[in-house]
């Protein structure tokens, strides 16, 4: 009988194997690929020309399952000419394999690659003393102080030391073991934020197409998903995904993956692009950051050129220090970088500076906004807004964002600049609108405005509805779409409807329709005027449909030609009026007349009607025919059907 349980037995140790990157580190020929195939089994070098020369070039790769972790080695290249090479396998990682050989001790690129780890804010890994076999306990000994040593305040002061040899096989279980304790400590990426996987590597490979690798560091991936490739935005599908050389359903944040992609060739694809969630990013080529300088480095200039790395992902930068135009050695700023090319960038990613000519590592930072905008010199709030970025939580930083943004804040621009998911988004965006923070304009889409700008967008409403009511003492109202084109680009329309029903909600705006007036305004008419209104509608009231002219009713009045105009104005504004030509205005109950016997007409006589029979049953001659015709095609009561009309 099968165990009724072995489903969910599976389902929790799925859960408990975890997938964890491990890149070595260290000087040439220290024996990192070597000791890669100790642990492994497999060579991680693949190029001939790395088998030729018995150097390691660019990245290579292999897996090994101990104990449910699922561990995927980033093998990196030593020499000093590829270190870039090394940067781009170094960005994915979680432990760092720090690769030190017994008989040399530590040697510059063991210094260079440890800063990189540092910089890019590893946090765990192990030291391996390699090539045992070839020294003495005594000389072991003392690579071990002098090892101790330059560790001691790093993030590996009590990392494992291990002594091994790919040789003889001495320490490689010691060795296992302590990645594995290291590797359970770790907290691991997390497999539930928007996928992400910086591209190591593009080729084709025969049955299958394009093949593209890296290490997933976000989210998770299967097969039929969409994708995006970044840069240029193109959505692709996934034809199937590998780890650890097998196909597997879903590839999940923390393993080294190859997806097979459909709809593109792999030329097309290259080191340093990026595959993500579709429609929820931007590339960059503006970032602000948190920069620190190596203590070995020199100091570096405000606008000073540097090379880039981020992800695997390279380019040039020029840096603009938001502080001090000078940034010393061992010390951090916030700087603005301008990169030469378009990257997908994310707050909190980690990148490196190399000097740019010799180029050697200076330095490195994490990236507080990446879709940050050109520097000015009246943004002073620039630095504050950093800091809260910096260090702020979720919905500080939230709020801040939507202070600094004039227009509001829409959802697609949030996730860019933050790569939080939805629910993230709208708990943050919900929490500030209860505490009155900021206002959520719109719920769908999401539009955020900052407390203070969707105050002044209030102020300027009532402003300018007060400074109409002034200039235009007998007018009811201003026009909504007036009310807004007054208040320029300034106020998007989500901005200007919210304030609106927030101001009519308070009592303090009066809505009708589409008009737009202060609360409680009653058109103050003089006696004369009220009059003359009176004299207005009585005019047309009386005419019917044979209406006479708006100058020859003007005319008679006794008011002046301006004020009788309002009043004309007002009439038409309450309906009471309504203007169906240039020339023609008609009483409401007029026209209302017509429209019923139109429907009595249809039917006793049917929908058809000629000009000459409308005449007669309206009893109006073709001077008004025509154009209240016109006036009922707009209306949707008739429609024109050659000579004829159909009522409706
Ligand atoms: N005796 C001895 N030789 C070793 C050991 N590990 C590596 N070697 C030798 O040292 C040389 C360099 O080893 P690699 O593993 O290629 O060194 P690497 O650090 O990967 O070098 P790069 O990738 O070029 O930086 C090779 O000839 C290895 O056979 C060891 O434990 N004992
Ligand atoms: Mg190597």
Redesign the pocket.
Known sequence: MPCPYAGEQQFSMSIQSKSVIVGTA??????????VEALTGTHPDRLAEEKRR???IDLGFAFLEENGVKFGFV?V???ERFVSNMLAGAAGIDLVLL?IAADESIKPQTREHFDICRLLGVTRGVVAL?????VDADMLGLVRLEVEEYLRGSFLERAPLVP????TGAGLDELKMALHTAATEIPGKDAARHFRLPIDRAFAMKGFGTVVTGTLISGSIGAEDEVELFPGGKRLRVRGVHSGGKSIERAIAGQRTAVNLAGIDHDAVKRGMTLATPGRFRTTRRIDARLTLLPSARKLKHRARVHFHAGTAETIAEVFLYGERVLSPGQSALAHLRLQDEVLLQPGDRFIVRQFSPVFTIGGGVVLDPLARRPTLRDAGRTSFLETLETGRRDEVLAAMAERTLLGLAFEEIVARTGWVDLEIREAAQSLARSNKLKIVSAEPLILVGRKSFQESRLKIGERVERFHKENPLSPGIAREDLRASLGRRVRPETFRAALEELAGEKKLDLQGELVKRAGTQIALLPEEAKAKEEIERAFGDAGLAVPSVKEVLGKLSVEARRAEKLLQILLREKSLIRVSPELVFHRDALARLKEQLIAYKKAKGERLSVPVFKELAGISRKYAIPLLEYLDRERMTRRAGDERVIL
Request: aromatic residues 0%; without cysteine; hydrophobic residues 30%.
């Open positions: 260290g000087h040439i020929d220290h024996g990192k690929s070597a000791l018995g150097i390691t093998d290249p030593g020499h690769v390699t090539k045992s076999d070839l091994v040899s790919a040789k």
